[in-house]
């Protein structure tokens, strides 16, 4: 019986709490509908004196019940990746679920006040620029968070959804390659009216705990962020500002080694087999056609794993560098069997061997150069995201840092970058730095 008096005064007390919340924000409505009830009442009286008629009240209605701000509004902000479930290459999109802070300062907000009403306050409007299709689970609260100094009350906007994003995927370096994934976040307002930056006391993160496509991807522990502006069509044509925030993902090569380049580099391999075969047989050419088409077959095959795009990947580059390999054995077993008919065996067979050892040393010298390639440009990237990971980490403890010590004491630290860059915050430090 006492568990079941206990359990039904806690019910009582949730209602009590949530009626007083309703009630609060019933009350608030009242005096801003009565504000704005006044006003009407003062304009119809000018308009009646003055004979406009109801052109006044036609105005203020027409207006948009929030309340506007004559200042510039800066409105920080600060992005969680929460969850990054697929990552379609061929679509070129990605799908996450992300948890948007934002906050701003707001001077018409009472002291007293407690409960934000979004229809009736300023709002910054956000709108996310990238995302393709509709929003899903998607979960919103405003909160008031008044300070003890003589800064106005700070408004706090907690906003969660998932859903699928488009990014512009750069393939030059697949299979070795490192790709952005940006959630590009915006405004319905003017860049005269507000401003967008990224949060100066905490930083964006992704949690890779989360990471639901580990399978084929690695995913990088920083974030970073960029301003940006453009002019898009929204009631009228006016420029907007937009934040950029970006997290990283490796893609894994093993897949692409095992069953597409072990396989070709297999290919070109057998090649050098048929020269088991004498010179003046024909079957050396056709062994060689066979291993061409089989070749070919294996560039379809990387084509279905790619967006249709107008340069070549690193993969292609290689599957056809074989395909030209193949091309130059072809060639060549044409060559010694047509010399097979103008001169003597022996002096073909010497033709032969030489051939058959410029082809080797094209082979390895394709292997060695294209190696090198590959680690000055996509593994450099790749170490490159890893020193940018150092950074993350070294500059989230310094921002913790911050938070912990007085202001004005202690010894003098390393100095750091801003939270917020005009473009590529950790990029220009890592510039600087090396």
Known sequence: MLEVETVNSKKTKDENVKLAKVFKALS????KNNELLDQLFELTLESESNHQGLAPLRSILSKDLSAAREDKVTVEIKLTFMKINDIDTVDQKFQSEIFIQAKWHDHLIKPDEKVFEPSMMWTPKLIILNIDGS?????IDYSILHSNDDNPPRVQLMWRFKAFFKENLELQHFPVDVQDLTISISTEKSIHEIEIIEDQSSLSSVNTQAF????????????ESYRDKTTVEYARSTVHSILHIQCRV??????????????VFLIIGLTFASYSIEVDNGDRLAVNITLFLTAVTFKLVVKQSLPTISYLTYLDLYVLAALIFLALNATQNAAMKSLAYIYQLKEVKIYDRNSIASLAVIFILFHIVFGIYIAFTATRRRWKMQEKDKLYQEKKDYIERSRMSPRGTGKRKRRYPPVAQPRGSLESFFESRY
């Open 28 to 31: 608030s409505n009242i005096e």
């Open 212 to 223: 639901l496509d580990a399978s084929e991807w690695n995913l990088y522990n920083h974030t």
């Open 250 to 263: 490796a893609r894994k090569i093993g897949y692409f080694v095992w069953n597409i380049i072990f396989i």
């Open 135 to 139: 929003i899903e689970e998607e979960h």
